[in-house]
């Protein structure tokens, strides 16, 4: 699951999408879910992947634009990277670094408890049922 659209990632890229991707929605569809399983590589040990919290998805989807980004220059031939896109990707692993490590926390994402389970879980599950109509009293001598 990707935290942003390819419409997105083409605002992002303006001109450059065409020449990247042309007609080639899904190539740009991979790019956002590789750069969001990387984001969700950092944060799974200490968040509930993917994290939904909409307090953080304004964050999320700039973090995975900005690593779609980059992919998406590698994957044009013979391009380079612009620098202002490797200093932007070195920012958002730092900050994915940060969050993974508990420096830096995400508004209203649910936390790993030590267990590896979502903090605050329970762990069980009650399910109310009617009365079993066979049981050992009732079968006995069959």
């Known amino acids: 699951m990707s935290y942003a ?53 304004v964050l999320l989807a700039e973090w995975n634009l900005t690593l779609a980004e980059e992919k998406s220059y590698t994957r044009a031939g013979g391009s380079s990277i612009p620098e202002k896109v490797t200093r932007r990707v070195d920012a958002v692993r730092k900050s994915l670094r940060d969050a993974a490590s508990g420096l830096l926390r995400l508004p209203g994402a649910r936390e790993l408890g030590a267990d590896g389970g979502a903090a605050g879980g329970a762990g069980a599950v009650l399910v109310e049922i009617e009365t079993p109509v066979f049981g050992r009293s009732k079968m006995k001598g069959y």
């Open 5 to 57: 659209t390819a419409a997105a990632l083409a605002l992002r890229l303006g001109n450059v999408y065409t020449s990247i991707y042309r007609d080639n929605e899904p190539a740009a569809l991979e790019d956002l879910a590789q750069a969001a399983a990387e984001i969700d590589a950092y944060l799974g040990g200490r968040y509930v992947v993917p994290v939904a919290a909409a307090a953080s998805q």
